[in-house]
């Protein structure tokens, strides 16, 4: 059965400093894997996706990577801004449907 | 429309009462899902409808929910007789391609049963 884990669940950055965020899944049969923001009491954006076949993925500030045979993906947030402050979670499609499992999230605060 | 839309926005109903949460998706997505979101289970799948497709319903979690999808397009996820546990947020997501393109969240229907 698949398993997503986010770690740190929580993280407190000052303004200017780069972002990490992690995402491992236990079964690497994954179809695709969508990074995602959601803010309070707002639904899902959709951030990045990444192809089984692809190793990364970039846009803007933000960047990708996914592992799929360590079963791991990371997130970059380059030059952290008050405004990049959310719950960020990861999902992976294991099956044809497309359903997404998703990680627990990470909830990011950005101090100014 | 220019994203998915759910409604109503909020709902607070009192327990054993039936609820209904519609759900238009994105024109032209063809692909429809719904989610639930709660404080101690975090996001899970519920049910999946794909063009005229029989749906995907492995995720609803007892037989008082049901969903249906009129025309291709909009949704609608119906709760019969309400418990406490129901208290959650419903997203509701489209997509073109969910394996090529991703998918795409509307603001999500939170419920809150008394």
């Known amino acids: 059965k698949q398993e997503v884990t986010q770690i740190p669940a929580a993280l407190s950055v000052p303004e200017g400093e780069n972002l990490v965020l992690n995402c491992s899944f236990t079964d690497s049969a994954i179809y695709n894997l969508q990074w ?70 990470t909830q990011v605060v950005v101090t100014p | 429309g220019a994203g998915v ?18 759900c238009d998706p994105i024109s032209g997505h063809t692909a429809l899902y719904w989610y639930r979101q709660s404080l101690g289970q975090g996001l899970e799948f519920l049910i999946y409808f794909q063009g005229n497709s029989a749906p995907d319903k492995s995720g609803l979690p007892s037989d008082r929910f049901s969903a249906e999808r009129t025309g291709g397009s909009v949704s609608t996820l119906t ?19 969910a394996l090529a393109a991703g998918q795409y969240f509307g603001p999500g229907t939170r419920l809150l049963v008394l």
């Open chain 2, 5 to 22: 839309s759910q409604s109503p926005s909020n709902k607070v109903t009192e327990k054993g009462k039936d609820v209904e949460l519609r």
């Open chain 1, 36 to 105: 995602f923001r959601q803010d309070p009491g707002k639904g899902l954006t959709s951030l990045l996706l990444i192809q089984s076949s692809q190793r990364e993925q970039t846009s803007g500030r933000l960047n990708a990577s996914l592992d799929k045979s360590s079963g791991r993906s990371t997130l970059y947030i380059a030059a952290s801004q008050p405004g990049d402050s959310a719950t960020y979670l990861c999902a992976v499609i294991t099956d044809s449907w497309g359903k997404l499992q998703f990680g627990a999230g």
């Open chain 2, 79 to 97: 709760i019969q007789r309400t418990q406490q546990e129901d208290s959650a947020v419903y997203l509701c997501a489209s997509s073109l391609a």
